[in-house]
């Protein structure tokens, strides 16, 4: 009986168990990552990442049926019931990426529309890789930008604004098509919905992080914004933990201007993962950034759940889901500032009078570092970034 119980405890020691919890170091693995929809990658040296906006009238020529695959399918647990699935064009992709490229490359000598087409696709592929020796940018600027909504002008100067400022302070820049993200919607109605149309800034977060691993941080700033001033290095504006900690809003209702949950009096600056701003009604995206670590992925993804995008409650998409979030996970919240909306997020309106300046935490006056107009109407849209753009500080 001894033995059998020696040769038992040997087998099954519990006490070995429960020490490896707090002793074992083997690294957990998980599958290699990857981008949204495929399993190749092309990698460039170039910190600024965009798409060719020259073929802003050719996407448009080609509309986004041509850049998606739709279909209709029965779900499994009800087959009695379809609905529609929108795919990449990189799922038909051969699984051989040079016999891909080959083929790529031969419809490109033929038309300039496979051409847009085939670049419109590969840019999810699209990863910064440096050279060696090459510095890493620490701060990343991110937008998604819709070739439907805005023309090869106006996108041309939102994708060059960015450019500038990432060039002035040896930034990295990340820009997408907005329709690339269809499939991750599902829905080719949900760009002409102004809410709707604000998830694609997680997703395109999500994919930026993807293509700048070792950023230490990402900065989405909405296609309708400007950063009016070039020579501001928001690393030490905003992000150096001494300069955050004096702006911050401490005990601040989520939901302005009496909510009852509030930021922590006592979050520290060191401790911040997602910067926020607000407007008067509730919490904006326009502009916000995410530390690049566990914690700052983790909230992305959590942000980002399908369950929050599908939620038919959340008037104002995005938004709504992260108030939420706020309001019901203490840790994150405990990780999240929120900051006064000129510092990164001044609202554009015209004719404001410079004597309310010294106030006002919301709109934008001269000098303020970024603005943004997501409120104009139709043909007044180009007119507000012309004028904001001669204003730029270079």
């Not at 900690?245 to 401790?271: F, H, V």
């Amino acid at each position: 009986m001894v033995v059998i119980v020696v040769v038992m405890w040997y087998l099954f020691n519990p006490l070995h168990y429960v020490s490896n919890l707090f002793t074992s170091t083997q690294t957990p693995t998980f599958p290699s990552p990857h981008p949204f929809s495929s399993s190749h990658i092309i990698e460039t040296s170039s910190r600024y990442i965009f798409p060719p906006i020259e073929d802003t009238p050719l996407l448009k020529e080609l509309t986004v049926h041509q850049l998606v695959k739709e279909s209709k399918v029965r779900d499994s647990n009800f087959p009695e019931i379809e609905k529609n699935v929108i795919r990449p064009l990189n799922d038909f992709d051969d699984k051989d990426a040079t016999i891909q490229k080959a083929k790529e490359d031969e419809e490109n000598a033929l038309s300039g529309l496979a051409k847009a087409k085939n670049a419109f696709k590969n840019q999810d592929k699209v990863v910064f890789r440096p050279k060696k020796n090459q510095a890493y940018p620490d701060v990343v600027i991110v937008s998604a930008i819709d070739f439907v909504k805005h023309d090869q002008d106006t996108l041309t100067k939102i994708v060059q604004n960015r450019i500038d400022y990432g060039y002035a302070q040896k930034y990295g820049v990340y820009i997408r098509w907005s329709e690339e993200f269809l499939p991750k919607l599902n829905s080719l109605s949900y760009l002409n919905s102004k809410e709707k149309a604000k998830w694609v800034r997680l997703y395109c977060l999500r994919a930026a992080m993807f293509a700048f691993p070792e950023a230490k941080w990402f900065w989405y700033i909405d296609q309708d914004g400007l950063i009016m001033n070039l020579s501001i290095n928001i690393m030490d504006y905003i992000l150096s933990p001494d300069v955050l900690d004096p702006i911050m809003l401490r005990e601040q209702a989520i939901i302005p201007p009496d909510g009852t949950i509030k930021t922590y009096k006592n979050t520290r600056a060191k401790s911040v993962q997602l910067i926020v701003t607000q407007s008067e009604q509730k919490v904006e995206t326009t502009s916000f950034l995410v530390k690049n670590d566990e914690i700052g992925k983790a909230i992305v993804e959590i942000w980002g759940d399908e369950l929050y995008l599908n939620y038919q409650n959340f008037p104002y998409g995005p938004d709504s889901a992260l108030t939420h979030i706020l309001q019901w996970h203490p840790f994150i919240l405990s990780k999240t500032t929120i900051v006064p909306a000129r510092t990164i997020s001044a609202k554009y309106v015209k004719d404001l009078k410079e004597e309310n300046k010294k106030g006002d935490k919301y709109n934008y006056y001269e000098g303020d570092f970024v603005a943004h107009w997501a409120d104009c109407e139709g043909k007044d849209c180009p007119l507000v970034l012309k004028e904001l753009y001669e204003k730029v500080v270079r």
